[in-house]
């Protein structure tokens, strides 16, 4: 018996419709649909309870890889979309990364990972 990988991720939402058509619009992603994104890393980690690392009223953050933030990160812009980004989050080893929060105020980090050598 093998995990192959994640299934999916369920939330609850006060307006799943609304919610879905954000992600579609901004995000690309068919929310609520079959996603077959593209083969790579995915990670899977627990945080302390008192973890500073994404909001403390949320008990999780979607982390979504991206191959190109920089023009993600434009188009989110225009379209009135805060964004957080802060150097200590990018290393060479670990990549690129930004955060914005969805209409719920759902944590949403950005990753860019590193370009393979």
């Not at 307006?15 to 068919?30: M, S, V």
């Not at 077959?36 to 999780?60: E, K, M, V």
């Not at 990364?97 to 990972?113: S, T, V």
């Amino acid at each position: 018996m093998a995990i192959t990988g994640i299934g999916g991720l369920f939330f609850r939402a006060r307006d799943p419709a609304a919610l879905r058509a954000w992600y579609k619009t901004h995000l690309g992603i068919n929310v609520g649909g079959v996603w077959n994104q593209a083969a790579g890393p995915t990670i899977l980690a627990p945080f302390a309870q008192d973890t500073s690392y994404f909001p403390a009223d949320h008990a999780w953050m979607l982390n979504l890889r991206v191959d190109q933030l920089d023009p993600l990160l434009e188009t989110l812009r225009a379209a009135g979309i805060a964004i957080t980004t802060d150097p200590s989050w990018d290393t060479p080893e670990t990549g690129r990364f930004a955060r914005i929060h969805d209409p719920e105020g759902n944590p949403i980090e950005l990753w860019e990972p590193p370009a393979d050598d």
